[in-house]
T-cell receptor, first 114, second 115 residues
Framework: DAGVIQSPRHEVTEMGQEVTLRCKPI?????LFWYRQTMMRGLELLIY????????DSGMPEDRFSAKMPNASFSTLKIQPSEPRDSAVYFC????????????FGEGSRLTVL | GNSVTQMEGPVTLSEEAFLTINCTYT??????LFWYVQYPGEGLQLLLK?????DKGSNKGFEATYRKETTSFHLEKGSVQVSDSAVYFC??????????????FGIGTKLQVIP
């Protein structure tokens, strides 16, 4: 299996622009998680899905952030409008239902908002 | 709710030194416990895990024992190498009130090993 695939790996944008991050989970995995990593706050859970349904979005910082999972093989995290404080590395991870809880992470999308 | 507390870094050690990174947890159920490692520029990857009390997880010379009585899962390695320099995350997985499996991470501990 190719593992969890994220795109883009790097994104540089200007304040106010829309940003869309993409994730393809491992085939057969039915949990998908979005995390944000910064030096100040460490690894924060933003939202997670089970069978394409959002289960807990309490970590989404504000209405500027939205996430969708239209099918089992694709998810997006959108920021509109973006702000400099959104600069971070965003990770997607997936997990199988029967596993003991092990997550498989993508390589991350590094976002810089100028 | 569940939580994971691990020692803050950075931790700097000389090559071949003994490593301990402390991790304690709070959980309402019977969680599985994990250590993940993040090398520079990469995502997190599983280092080792333990699914029940007294289990010992081990990999690449690292070990951690699930201690229910002290709610701890400390990471140890007898002799660290420069290539072990990375950020280490302690984590637990448990089912929430809705029956969904949720994973909670600690803040991460940066380890730097110098020759």
């Amino acid at each position: 299996d190719a593992g969890v695939i994220q795109s883009p790996r790097h994104e540089v944008t200007e304040m106010g622009q829309e940003v869309t991050l993409r994730c393809k989970p491992i085939s057969g995995h039915d949990y998908l998680f979005w995390y944000r990593q910064t030096m100040m706050r460490g690894l924060e859970l933003l939202i997670y899905f089970n069978n394409n349904v959002p289960i807990d979005d309490s970590g989404m910082p504000e209405d500027r952030f939205s996430a969708k999972m239209p099918n089992a093989s694709f998810s997006t995290l959108k920021i509109q409008p973006s702000e400099p404080r959104d600069s971070a590395v965003y990770f997607c991870a997936s997990k199988g239902q029967g596993s003991s809880g092990e997550l498989f992470f993508g390589e991350g999308s590094r976002l810089t908002v100028l | 709710g569940n939580s994971v507390t691990q020692m803050e870094g950075p931790v700097t050690l000389s090559e071949e030194a003994f490593l301990t990174i402390n991790c304690t947890y709070t959980a309402t159920g019977y969680p599985s416990l994990f250590w993940y490692v993040q090398y520079p520029g990469e995502g997190l990857q599983l280092l080792l895990k333990a699914t029940k009390a007294d289990d010992k997880g081990s990999n690449k010379g690292f070990e951690a024992t699930y201690r229910k009585e002290t709610t701890s899962f400390h990471l140890e390695k007898g002799s660290v190498q420069v290539s072990d320099s990375a950020v280490y995350f302690c984590a637990l997985s448990d089912r929430d009130s809705g029956g969904y499996q949720k994973v909670t991470f600690g803040i991460g501990t940066k380890l730097q090993v110098i020759p």
